[in-house]
């Protein structure tokens, strides 16, 4: 952690996976009042995004949250219906076997519902189990970001680890396209976070130790990631662990360990150069 003479240094906490279930709608809401979030990231491939997510956040963000709001784009999670692994799709980025086009259109689907819910464009751009930096996929997204935004670019997620952040899901990441997408990101002037975390086996029986790992090593415009919930959902793997993350964010606790590391939450928006 690094502390400037003007004060805290500022971070982005980034709430994944919003519309995916009720509960996660829920604790982000609930975060965002609290002001305990400064990005969520939403899956506007989800069947509840348009009627009840949507409208629900866009109310929120009517007011000062100071958060970023994205998209988390999706590949893999399938909401009941057929869908491709991660595996699998790994597999097929690596080995060739995905169509950019296709890819593109699907994305474009995604950004259109994103916007015609929202009513603007993304602040920043990521994906579901971070498919986004995959060989083609990744080809796919800065492609389409090119054709959308151009010169009004939102920034985009990197994963290459933060500093002190180990072990080794944050190593796969980093191997599995994190360095080649960031590398792709500065070739083409586009914003990106300085160093990513929150990435664990999401297994942890003490969190707030974890989280305090991660923010000893942070700096300014650095990352985290998390996967908040107040409930959980018969299909969610990931569901008890999103009750322990969001007891942590909205207890006491949290603030007090920002404070004792000296760390503010910002919107990166407001910290990068944006394109």
């Not at 909401?79 to 474009?108: E, H, M, N, P, W």
């Amino acid at each position: 952690m690094t502390t400037s003479a003007a004060g805290p240094t500022a971070i982005a906490l980034c709430a994944d996976d919003y519309a995916q279930h009720r509960g996660i709608d829920d604790a982000v809401c609930a975060l965002l009042e609290q002001r305990r979030l400064s990005a969520v990231s939403c899956m506007s491939t989800a069947p509840r995004w348009k009627d009840q997510s949507a409208p629900r956040l866009r109310e929120q963000a009517t007011g000062d949250t100071g958060a970023d709001i994205g998209l988390h784009l999706n590949l893999t999670e399938s909401f009941g219906a057929r869908q491709i692994s991660l595996g699998g799709l790994i597999v097929k980025s690596y080995t060739q076997r995905l169509d950019v086009a296709r890819l593109c259109r699907g994305f474009a689907r995604q950004f259109d519902a994103f916007e015609a819910a929202m009513g603007r464009a993304p602040d920043f751009v990521d994906g579901h189990q971070h498919v986004h930096q995959l060989p083609r996929v990744a080809e796919a997204v800065m492609e389409l970001l090119q054709q959308r935004y151009g010169a009004r670019m939102p920034w985009v997620r990197n994963t290459v680890p933060a500093r002190g952040v180990i072990g080794a899901k944050p190593a796969l990441l980093h191997v599995l396209g994190g360095s080649a997408l960031a590398r792709r990101l500065k070739e083409r002037g586009i914003a990106t976070n300085a160093g990513f975390g929150g990435v664990y086996g999401f297994d942890s029986n003490d969190y707030a130790a974890l989280f305090g790992e991660w923010l000893a090593g942070a700096e300014q415009g650095t990352l985290l990631a998390c996967h908040p919930a107040a409930s959980t959902h018969a299909h969610d793997a990931i569901g008890r662990q999103r009750l322990v993350e969001y007891r942590f964010f909205s207890s006491d606790a949290f603030p007090a360990l920002l404070a004792a590391h000296e760390i503010r939450l910002a919107a990166l928006s407001s910290l990068l150069p944006l394109a």
